[in-house]
Every structure is written in C-alpha cells, then in structure tokens.
C-alpha cells in the first residue's frame, strides 16, 4: 500500500478547491469508497464539490440521502439528465484548483503504459492517439476542452483517476500518485534536505526505484547520517526528486541516489534537477561530476546534458567498486567562469 504523507500535502492543499466529477455507474460501483475520500478531503481542510448525473428514480433514493448525511461540507450537483456531463462539470465555474474525473480507467499511451502525468502541449498532440485506449471514449472529444481550460487559467490541475477504494487519497497524498494529472504548473523548486519530514519522503522515493534494481539500498538511518549531502527538487513544496552528492576527490564529486517520483517522470524534472545539482557543486568548488549507472533512462539524461561515457586513470578505483555499471562524466569548470 503506498505510504501517505498527509501532513506534508496538507499543507498544499488546505483551503483549495476541488471537484470531484463522478458520472451515474461508477458513483454507484465505488459508492462507499468514494464518499469516504471525499470525507478525507474535507477534514483536511480541502474546499470540495461532488457532480454527479444519478437519476433521480426511487432506487437511488437512498444514496441522495446518505450522500446528504455524510458529505455535509461538500456542496453537491446533480447533473440535469439533458445536459453533457463533462461540459457542464468544466463549465460550472471560471476558476478551480483541481478537477478530478473519476473513470474506469486512467490515461494511458500508444503502447499501452500508464500516463503519470502530462502537460496540455502533449495532452493535445495525442489526443487523436488515444481512442480506444481510455475507458471511456466520449472523454476522448473533452480531453481539448480540459486542456483549454487549463491553459486559460479556468483549473490548475485536471486529474482523471480510476475510481476505486482510496483512489483520490492515494493520488493527492502519495509520491506515485494513482492516475493521471494533466497540468502546466510544474514549478520546480531546487533545495538541500531540510527536515526528517523531508527525509522520510526522499526515503519513499529511493525504496519505489530499489525495488527496479537501479539503486543500491538507502534506508532512513543512511540518509539521516548523510542528510548534508542529500538535494532535493520540490513542486507545489513537495518533494518529487532526489540526489546524493558524493565526494570522490577535491576536484570530482559523484552524482548518487538520483530519483523521480514516478508521477513526475517524462516532465523534465530531472532535466532541472540534474543542472540545478551540477550548478550547486561548480558553486562548492567542484569542476567534474560523474555518474554511475546502468538505468537506460537515467543514461538518455545523461548523454542529453553533456555527460560523456568514460573512465578517468583517477576513477578506476570507483569503477572497481561497480565493475559492470558504466560510468558518466562531466567536465564543469568551465560552467564556473
């Protein structure tokens, strides 16, 4: 089960508003699950207005009234039978933090694989792409509408979500998320490790890329002993990405414990995270970094800022260390002029 970090996204989204859009069988599949994520919501603080499009037939009766008891902090809104569902929810108000669409399913690619998170630019490039992929196929025509409402300003964030039990807890209070967000406001903040709160995220975030065997094993007593040389880059004040600085000699220092959440990969938060350590070591000094990794991503990155596949006489012994793990290197003197 993903870990929670409450009080940390609690901070971020204390007094937003949030819709919830929940169209007629999917609300009465995942009933009792979703009203007890909205409940969460509310005692967190978080301003929340559930769309629904129930009939207004006997049958349902029951769930208008305990819809009514338990979600006294949630303004409700029936959908008229006659209108759109989607056009309505995105119509309802010029302004609102986030959107969640709870679906059948979330997002996903040409090849079938999980979208974590999009900005508009290429939520809009691949829309034709999508067709028969997403769960629902009128969502597919309302997708240019979600990004043009984001791109004016009407929402910051759209998420559609598979509905199930804690769907939207896990999406708004873990580092992996559950769905998919649609957004253009990856504002990326570039920080040393602060606090221990701060070092049990980074933690989650190094055991989700452990478990891909990219990474030697860090656990929460390792970092608090090496919290000096942990960096951090934060969105919304959330810690998303990791580094470890590692000092090899007075000249080179090694990329380490390099990580994205994997609700932020492909957004080119590791683009900014990797310049903005490499730019922080030249500032301490430091005029080579090297990275040793075996991660075909992490060795696209890499090749996409420079770094150049070699071993140097002075870092053979490191080589040694990790025989079959190629290595990285970086000349940033220059960079420091």
């Known amino acids: ?35 007890a994520d909205i409940k969460f919501l509310n005692r967190r603080g978080i301003v929340t207005t559930l769309f629904h499009n129930m009939s ?56 079938g694989n999980k979208i974590n998170a999009i900005n508009t630019e290429n939520a809009k490039a691949s829309i034709d792409g999508y067709g028969e992929l997403i769960g629902n196929l009128n969502f597919k025509s309302i997708l240019d509408k979600i990004c043009h409402k984001i791109d004016t300003g009407g929402c910051e964030r759209v998420h559609i979500l598979p509905a199930g039990k804690h769907t939207i807890k896990h999406e708004l209070f873990t580092i992996e998320g559950s769905g998919t967000l649609i957004a253009n406001n990856f504002e990326e903040e570039f920080a040393p490790v602060a606090t221990m709160e701060e070092i049990g995220i980074v933690t989650g975030i190094l055991s989700l890329y452990r478990h891909e065997n990219f990474l030697k094993p860090r656990n929460k007593a390792y970092l608090q002993r090496n919290r000096n040389n942990f960096y951090v880059v934060k969105i919304d004040g959330i810690i998303v990405g990791c580094a470890e600085k590692i000092v090899l000699d007075r000249q080179t220092v090694e990329i380490g414990a390099l990580a994205i959440s994997t609700k932020f990969r492909n957004q080119r938060v590791g683009i900014f995270l990797l310049t903005s350590f490499i730019k922080e070591m030249a500032t301490q000094g430091y005029s080579r970094c090297v990275s040793l990794t075996n991660n075909p991503k992490l060795q696209q990155l890499f090749f996409q800022l420079g770094f150049q596949q070699r071993t140097l006489p002075s870092l053979r012994k490191r080589q040694k260390q990790s025989p079959n793990v190629t290595m990285f290197v970086k000349d940033i003197q220059k960079e420091t002029l």
């Open 56 to 111: 207004n037939r006997f049958s349902n009766q029951k769930h208008f009234r305990e819809i009514a008891a338990r979600l006294k902090e949630t303004v409700i809104i029936r959908v008229p039978p006659e209108a759109d569902f989607y056009n309505f929810v995105l119509d309802a108000r010029e302004s609102v933090s986030k959107i969640i669409f709870l679906e059948r399913k979330y997002l996903i690619d040409h090849s």
């Open 1 to 35: 089960m993903p870990k929670l970090f409450i009080e940390e996204y609690t901070r971020a989204l204390a007094g937003e508003s949030v819709f919830i859009a929940c169209r007629e069988g999917i609300l009465r599949d995942h009933f009792s699950a979703i009203l």
